[in-house]
């Protein structure tokens, strides 16, 4: 089994950071690929970023791509997401992830096999 809770979010204006962490528990020797999703009231929980077990590949969907970054600290089991200039639009509960080591599919929800339970981010306008 592996544990995730995300933190960091909150209420920030509109071309304002933040910076949302997953604290990773449980089989963290097993490598996982791990990814961020949000999901708005109303809507279908959607990809923003994902990172290889390695870190060295990353992935991005279009809406957040520039502004946000994702990173790992394997030493530390945390997986972060830099949100810059944020939008109103990216006001969302956003979930961190953890599935299998390949990225094949890692926009796609029900690859993954772990969730976090997941943590608000408001942009105001």
């Known amino acids: 089994q592996v544990q995730l809770v995300e933190s960091g979010g909150g209420l920030v204006q509109a071309g304002g950071s933040l910076r949302l962490s997953c604290a990773v528990s449980?089989?963290?020797?097993?490598?996982?690929?791990t990814g961020w999703f949000r999901q708005a009231p109303g809507k279908e929980r959607e990809f923003v970023a994902a990172i290889s077990w390695s870190g060295g590949s990353t992935y991005y969907s279009d809406s957040v791509k520039g502004r946000f970054t994702i990173s790992r600290d394997n030493a530390k089991n945390t997986v972060y997401l830099q949100m810059n200039s944020l939008k109103p639009e990216d006001t969302a509960v956003y979930y961190c992830?953890?599935?299998?080591?390949?990225?094949?599919?890692?926009?796609?929800?029900?690859?993954?096999?772990?969730w976090g339970q997941g943590t608000q981010v408001s942009v105001s306008s």
């Open positions: 449980g089989r963290t020797f097993v490598p996982y690929t």
């Open positions: 992830a953890a599935g299998p080591p390949s990225s094949q599919h890692v926009e796609v929800v029900s690859w993954y096999d772990y």
